[in-house]
């Protein structure tokens, strides 16, 4: 196979190919009204169901700081740790953008520094995109990967890096200035080179005002249904996580209690003698 055939995106299996998402046809879908959806995933086996679900795009995101590694903040997760579960999630999808969030203090220290690490994301691990949290701060940087052929996600409106700056994770873009700084930084990013923008816990009418000036597609989370494309951390959609419920995150199912239940009826098992049974055993 010639490399412009692989670059066509077809990746053929047994029976039919799959055409793999791109930041290319994620574009296309803003142009053709057609909705993004986006999950977060940390690991190859729910990286696997969610791309075989049909999922376009899955984010490596550094809420694995929270959701893996049991911190409080993102704050402490570094880019290797993002290298190892990028490279898991890879393994896993055949279709799906897979995008690799870059971690704080991996992209803020120069535009160089930057450029190193998005490399080693797209290199090393596999990522076929990266996303960084900020506005105007960070677009030199934008540039820079850009002009490299790495492509970016941009992030604005609650950044969760940036909470020992700001203190709280309450709405952001919720007074005029705010919405119009946000408004400038997200027509910057967009010139810089972003390929989309993640707009995270803002008004919906300021979503909304974004998104119409902007030709790249935004994802929102917390940003009302105005955006071109959705995202959640995955175990919030499918309730694992039961300690953490602002309004934007819908539940479609229970999962922390059935699993509960599952281990307790297995524990059960064991202790009345029933789990083996001989047909469980040789
Ligand atoms: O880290 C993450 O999971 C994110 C998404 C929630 C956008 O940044």
């Known amino acids: 196979m010639e490399n412009s055939d692989r670059n066509d995106a077809d990746r053929h299996t047994h029976s039919s190919p799959i055409r793999r998402v791109t930041t290319r046809s994620v574009q296309e879908m803003k142009k053709q009204g057609k909705r993004i959806s986006c999950l977060t995933a940390y690991d190859a086996l729910i990286a696997r169901i969610l791309d075989e679900a049909g999922i376009d795009v899955i984010l490596v995101g550094d809420s694995l700081g929270n959701i893996v590694q049991g911190h409080e903040t993102t704050i402490p997760v570094t880019l290797d740790d993002i290298i190892y579960h990028t490279k898991a999630v890879v393994r896993g999808v055949q279709r799906a953008l897979v995008i690799a969030d870059m971690p704080f203090m991996s992209y803020q220290v120069s535009p160089e520094e930057a450029f190193r690490n998005a490399g080693r994301l797209m290199k090393e ?26 492509p970016v996600m941009a992030h604005l409106g609650l950044t969760p890096q940036s909470i020992n700056q700001f203190g709280s994770y309450r709405p952001r873009g919720q007074n005029q200035q705010e919405a119009e700084e946000m408004l400038k930084d997200a027509k910057e990013l967009e010139k810089a080179g972003a390929f989309a923008l993640v707009l995270e816990k803002i008004p919906m009418n300021l979503a909304q ?24 951390v995955y175990t919030d959609m499918i309730g ?31 202790q009345s003698g029933h789990f083996p049974n001989q047909s469980e055993s040789y």
């Open 125 to 150: 691990a596999g990522a076929s995109a990266v996303k960084i949290e900020g506005g105007h701060r960070v677009c030199e940087a934008v540039r820079r990967m850009t002009e490299a052929g790495i």
């Open 240 to 270: 694992l996580t039961i300690d953490f419920s602002p309004r934007f995150v819908r539940r479609y199912d229970n999962l922390h209690q059935r699993v509960n239940d599952s281990v307790s009826r297995y524990i059960q098992d064991i």
């Open 209 to 232: 005002e974004i998104t119409k000036s902007l030709t790249i597609p935004t994802i929102g989370i917390g940003a009302g249904p105005h955006c071109d494309g959705q995202i959640l």
